[in-house]
Structure formats: structure tokens, C-alpha cells
């Protein structure tokens, strides 16, 4: 399973440190949240929750992704986060389909969904490049540390559709 990762590992509780560092940075906290230490200890502490992370040439997490309800009854894997500490460098572009090969193949879900803030106009782009289409605005689903509630765009890609990509781009 851990093959279908060229670029990622599975993140480990000294990676927490360098997790926080990167969803802390200036202006994520509009666009992503930031969980407390205790929140990622316990995440991941919990079956089905994995987090995943790109280290960088010093071989220092520079990106990271946490998905939830992998290997399921009901076959839906939820993105909850992917933040990179360089965005717009392409970074995601590479690592989001070897994740989604990842739950599609490895864990043999059948939905892999996301929440996304309706104005994260970059990273909407690509998760739509990656197959994600729009399913509905979900109001005042997001929280932001300061408290204000936001609205969240949920997205998604089935199986069939991440198969027939995946098909096409390697004929």
C-alpha cells in the first residue's frame, strides 16, 4: 500500500512540531484553521486517521495532509486538511494524485471528499484539476480560531470518475 507513495510518508507524533509550524503560517488561519496539539496527538491516535507528509531537502515536513474514515464500512475517506508551507509551487499539484491513489487504491475507498473555504480560490482550482467537482455550500460548517463561522464548499471525486483520469492519463 505505502508504495503508492512516491513523495509521502506516514507522519508520526515528533512531526507535530513542524505540522503545527505549517498551518500556522500567516494568513492560514482564513483559509484552513489550525488544530492544537492535542487535537493532532489524538487524531493521530485514531484508527482511520491518518496524516501524511512531504519532508523537504533538510528532510523537514514542508507539507502535510490528514485524512479520516479510511478503510470504512461506507468507502468514504475525507480530506480534513492539506496545507504546504510554499504554496503555488506546484508542490500539490504532485502530491494530491499520489494521495488519491493512495485512498482509492490502498484503502479501496469509494468517495474521497473534502471542505473547502468557498474563496480558497487555489486550492479549489486544483482539487477540481484533480477531479473533485462541487457538491454544495454547507453554511457556517468552518470555524476559524478566532471563532467566526464560515460557510465550507464540499467537494468530491467517486471511484469511477478518479478511474477513468487515472486511465486516461496513463494511455
Request: aromatic content about 10%; overall charge neutral.
Amino acid at each position: 500500500m505505502w508504495s503508492r507513495l512516491q513523495d509521502l510518508r506516514r507522519a508520526n507524533a515528533a512531526d507535530i512540531g513542524a505540522i503545527m509550524e505549517i498551518e500556522r503560517q500567516p494568513g492560514y488561519e482564513r483559509l484552513v484553521g489550525r488544530w492544537t496539539r492535542a487535537e493532532h496527538e489524538r487524531n493521530l491516535a485514531q484508527p482511520g486517521f491518518f496524516y501524511l507528509v512531504h519532508d523537504d531537502a533538510e528532510g523537514l515536513p514542508d507539507a502535510f495532509f490528514a485524512l479520516s474514515g479510511l478503510g470504512n464500512h461506507n468507502g468514504d475517506t475525507v480530506m480534513n486538511r492539506m496545507i504546504l508551507r510554499n504554496p503555488g509551487q506546484g508542490l500539490g499539484a504532485r502530491l494530491l494524485p499520489q494521495v488519491m491513489r493512495l485512498v482509492f487504491e490502498g484503502f479501496g475507498a469509494r468517495k474521497f471528499l473534502l471542505r473547502v473555504a468557498p474563496y480558497n480560490e487555489r486550492a479549489i482550482r486544483l482539487y477540481r484539476h484533480c477531479g473533485f467537482r462541487d457538491e454544495k455550500i454547507l453554511p457556517k460548517a468552518g470555524r476559524r480560531p478566532d471563532g467566526e463561522q464560515i460557510d465550507l464548499l464540499l467537494m468530491s471525486v467517486d471511484w469511477d470518475r478518479w478511474s477513468e483520469q487515472e486511465n486516461a492519463a496513463n494511455s
